[in-house]
T-cell receptor, first 109, second 114 residues
Framework: DAKTTQPNSMESNEEEPVHLPCNHS???????IHWYRQLPSQGPEYVIH???SNVNNRMASLAIAEDRKSSTLILHRATLRDAAVYYC??????????FGKGTRLHILP | SQTIHQWPATLVQPVGSPLSLECTVE??????LYWYRQAAGRGLQLLFY??????ISSEVPQNLSASRPQDRQFILSSKKLLLSDSGFYLC?????????????FGPGTRLLVL
């Protein structure tokens, strides 16, 4: 049980922002929200994580709803190299990472 | 900096043959180590994890086994491969358990059992 819900796939144009949604209505107060992505024929790579406040790093931004029941991964300017499967994962203190099916992001040139 | 190695990169094995996949991590000590499998077109499935030498936890009962003979070495084995063992095998490491744990994945081994 991945505890998160994501669209199966999304499309975006190159050089435009991409907003990848994730619903996690059963999130508990101590669960962190993590995002990983998996490029074709590679292992997953960490993107970003957060608890309550929005987070920014060199790869992306994470916007977390005030009630924490949803979050959005934001790629500010998508490139063809951002085409990947994006996984939204909840982690509690004693939880293991459980990868769901993720969102397959297609970038159109 | 830390790096993780997996070999071989690809492997084609007949049904019933043994398997040994190796994973090594450099640049860190006492890492948590993980083996995942990803069947074609499917999500990642956690197979084993280890918090220290000789300590192995199995997540899914099957004909695979794991061993950690050294601090930064994790080995996935099978005595007799099945067709259903085909997939993309990924090793990962981390240094902290808990809600903020970040896992770092290796390049993977693509196994085809014929």
């Amino acid at each position: 049980d991945a505890k998160t819900t994501q669209p199966n796939s999304m499309e975006s144009n190159e050089e435009e922002p991409v907003h990848l949604p994730c619903n996690h209505s059963t999130i508990s107060g101590t669960d962190y929200i993590h995002w990983y992505r998996q490029l074709p024929s590679q292992g997953p790579e960490y993107v970003i994580h957060g608890l309550t406040s929005n987070v920014n790093n060199r790869m992306a931004s994470l916007a977390i709803a005030e009630d924490r029941k949803s979050s959005t991964l934001i790629l500010h300017r998508a490139t063809l190299r951002d085409a990947a499967v994006y996984y939204c994962i909840l982690r509690g203190r004693d939880d293991k990472i459980i990868f769901g099916k993720g969102t397959r992001l297609h970038i159109l040139p | 900096s830390q790096t993780i190695h997996q070999w071989p990169a690809t492997l084609v094995q007949p049904v019933g043959s043994p398997l040994s996949l190796e994973c090594t991590v450099e640049g860190t000590s006492n890492p948590n180590l993980y083996w995942y499998r990803q069947a074609a077109g499917r999500g990642l499935q956690l197979l084993f994890y280890s918090v220290g030498i000789g300590q192995i936890s199995s997540e899914v009962p099957q004909n695979l086994s794991a061993s950690r003979p050294q601090d930064r070495q994790f080995i996935l084995s099978s005595k007799k491969l099945l067709l259903s063992d085909s997939g993309f095998y990924l090793c990962a490491w981390s240094v902290h358990f808990g809600a903020q744990e970040t896992q770092y994945f290796g390049p993977g081994t693509r196994l085809l059992v014929l």
